[in-house]
């Protein structure tokens, strides 16, 4: 018996499909749910990413634009940038893409976004309000869209055992956050852990963010466990994730690489813009 498929391409086609609906309604009281993108530099990956993002946000109705500066603009240059974006009210959600190129502070750029307009859920603010378990603020995508493919599949995280391995800002610690406030008990695992296979094996529910290809092993899964694999690794020019595929003959639930994960966090970038146009209402 192999474990259920967690259809990420097809969950997140439904969320842009509802998505359409809140946007037509906003367009309804003159509002157009606005994205702006910055890009600095031309990193081939960023690149590929930031164009994903803006052929999305037309299809549901977000207007979407994207800003690219060259990769010597100075730290000053970036935040009188997004100092204008804060003033400009069409513009609901700011997002810098990441990495920024080295002689950027990342953190002073990413303090300046309006923390209502900081719809990657990065600024400390956010940060705050996700790990009080406070509502309002905003959570960054890859986790969100995570929780959105447990919550479509009828997963419930209260008083399970969820293990996340992996630290980032962007994935590992937010998701851990997210399961702690759906009350899950939550292991946060990293590269000093010592006994990971013994901590991975308690794991009802299993989030792996390392960007190692293929590194979880089948035997490391608890029988019946949900895997959701947040990999994206090239190995020989094909994608995969950081779970290796005999996985699938021992979860319960897993998600593929690709059309798992990666499709939920455009798609939860949309719903946070949205969320973003719609508070505005409530100005
Ligand atoms: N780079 C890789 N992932 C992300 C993300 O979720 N947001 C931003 N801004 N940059 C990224």
């Known amino acids: 018996m192999g474990a259920q498929i967690i259809d990420g391409k097809s969950i997140a086609a439904d969320i842009r499909r509802d998505l359409k609906g809140r946007v037509d309604g906003l367009r309804e009281q003159g509002i157009i749910p606005g994205l702006t993108v910055i890009l600095v530099g031309d990193d ?38 997004i100092n204008d974006l804060n003033q400009d009210d069409k513009v609901h959600g700011i997002l810098v893409q990441l ?14 976004i309006n923390p209502a307009k900081d719809v990657d859920g990065f600024h400390p603010t956010n940060v705050g309000n996700l790990w009080a378990g406070l509502d309002g603020g905003f959570a960054p995508c890859t986790p969100s869209g995570i929780m959105e493919l447990l919550h479509r599949s009828e997963i419930e995280p209260s008083g399970l055992n969820a293990v996340v391995m992996g630290r980032s800002n962007i994935v590992g610690k937010p998701m851990a956050g997210l399961l702690l406030k759906a009350n899950a008990t939550v292991t946060i695992c990293h590269s000093r852990t010592q006994g990971l296979e013994d901590h991975l094996r308690q794991a009802d529910i299993l989030v792996v963010a390392i960007g190692r290809a293929r590194f979880v092993k089948a035997d490391w899964i608890k029988p019946g466990a949900v895997v959701i694999d947040v990999g994206m690794n090239r190995v020989d020019g094909k994608l995969c994730g950081d779970v290796d595929e005999g996985a699938r003959d021992v979860a319960g639930y897993i998600t593929p690489v690709p059309g798992g994960v990666g499709p939920m966090t455009i798609a939860q970038l949309l719903v946070n813009t949205v969320i973003a146009a719609e508070r505005t209402l409530l100005l």
């Open 44 to 81: 081939p990956a960023s690149q590929t990413y930031v164009r994903s993002k803006q052929r999305t946000s037309g299809e549901v109705g977000i207007n979407s634009n994207v800003i690219e500066l060259p990769k010597d603009t100075s730290q000053s240059e970036l935040i009188t940038l």
């Open 99 to 112: 990495p920024l190129p080295g002689h950027l502070d990342t953190d002073a750029v990413i303090r300046a």
